[in-house]
């Protein structure tokens, strides 16, 4: 789940890192307010950013600074509505517009290949670390925190020197490394980034001073974290959730969008696996993944067959139940009702075995559906109707 910058910022001041006062607004007076906020309280400048959970919004005119509450109420009205990447804008982030020496880059992620959260950090911040990744990999520096004792100061330590850090600001960096950790470990993120991690200048009793703050944040939760983290659920954002995936988290359902032609309605992830194995063994590609779980009641089935058929790609469809909990005769009336409902003719093929399944069996051939007894009798049979649709 991914989390918008005001309340990634928010866990991230929870761990004690340092990020700037911010307000959200959603309307240009919202932002005037806020901004004359800022100003009383010595800014120079304010930034008006966007609030969508998409990278590049300071390249896509979503991040702008004003000089006045007036010009700040006029950004933000321009910000708020627009099109960033096809998400439109509903709300924005204010805070005051820090005066950047220097960006640099920081993240943490859980590296799968070695089961560790790894930290990274570079000294192009700024811009995207993606790009950064392509053209220039050795900007790039890596520490792997210890599984059991976390991210420890010599590791932070020689990561920012690394990246050309040096006391006080390496200090600093340590605090920051180790809170990012922190800020992951206390959400079960699985990404927790800061780009740019940037040096500001700041006149501390008429001294001026370099300090290390967090400008942008972008952390994304670990879904199977989730129900550890009752909390962190009304962050999600479900104004750019996209449909399809709200839908099958509603039905309880796990469904992935893949790019093949032959709709798949599996249960278990096992054998939703193995489905789409032999669906490429006899020719053909699945479109999507999809696992309606243990103990389908129709409404899922009817549901997911809704999930499958939304894809125009779709011209066949596979049903491969394994009966335990999952009752077979239940699928077989979902199936029913689902195609009584039907807006679009596509052929499908259905194998149905286990629980209850020559009660399924008739319910499917009074309804003349096209069924399979083996799993390879049924992925052969839904490639060659997908070959057929198609020609
Ligand atoms: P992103 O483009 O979606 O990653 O949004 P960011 O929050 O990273 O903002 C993009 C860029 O805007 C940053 O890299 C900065 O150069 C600039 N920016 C963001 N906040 C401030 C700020 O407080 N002061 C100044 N001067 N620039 C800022
Ligand atoms: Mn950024």
Not at 111 to 120: F, P
Not at 200 to 219: N, Y
Request: hydrophobic share 50%.
């Amino acid at each position: 789940m991914k989390i918008q910058e005001a309340d990634a910022k928010s866990l991230m001041l929870a761990q004690g890192l340092p990020v700037p006062p911010w307000e959200v607004a959603r309307t240009p007076d919202e932002v005037r307010a806020a901004a004359q906020q800022f100003f009383a309280h010595g800014a120079a400048k304010v930034v008006v950013k966007a609030q969508v959970l998409v990278g590049g919004r300071g390249k896509a005119g979503g991040v702008k600074l004003a000089s006045s509450q007036e010009e700040a109420a006029e950004i933000g009205a321009r910000i708020l509505g627009m099109d960033i990447k096809g998400i439109t804008v509903r709300k924005v982030l204010v805070t005051t517009a820090a005066e950047i020496v220097r960006e640099y880059y920081l993240g943490a992620i859980i590296d799968r290949a070695s089961r560790r959260v790894v930290l990274m950090a570079s000294a192009e911040g700024g811009v995207e670390i993606e790009e950064v990744a392509r053209l220039n990999p050795g900007a790039i520096h890596r520490v792997e925190a210890e599984p059991m004792l976390g991210l420890l100061a010599f590791q932070a330590r020689s990561l920012g020197l690394a990246i050309g850090l040096r006391d006080p600001l390496l200090n600093q960096f340590v605090a920051i490394a180790q809170g990012l950790f922190a800020t992951m470990k206390a959400n079960d993120a699985d990404l927790v980034e800061v780009n740019p991690l940037a040096v500001v200048a700041e006149t501390v009793g008429g001294e001026p001073q370099a300090k290390l703050v967090c400008l942008d944040a972008k952390i994304t939760i670990d879904d199977s974290g989730l129900p550890r983290h009752r909390e962190l659920e009304p962050l999600r954002d479900l104004d750019e959730e996209d449909p399809a995936d709200a839908k099958a988290r509603k039905l309880g359902i796990n469904f992935i969008h893949l790019d093949g032609s032959i709709g798949c309605m599996v249960n278990g992830a096992g054998l939703a696996m193995t489905t789409m194995d032999l669906v490429n063994h006899y020719g053909g590609e699945p479109a999507n993944f999809l696992d309606v779980g243990g103990g389908a009641r129709r409404e899922t089935v009817r549901g997911a067959m809704e999930l499958i058929l939304a894809d125009p790609k779709v011209s066949a469809i596979l049903v491969n139940i394994f009966g335990g909990i999952t009752r077979g005769d239940e699928v077989a009336a979902g199936l029913i009702e689902a195609r009584a409902q039907q807006v679009r003719e596509v052929p499908m093929v259905v194998r149905i075995v286990g629980t209850n399944a020559a009660e399924a069996a008739r319910l499917l051939q009074e309804a003349r559906f096209e069924t399979a007894v083996s799993l390879d009798e049924a992925a052969e049979k839904a490639v060659a109707l997908a070959k057929g649709a198609a020609r």
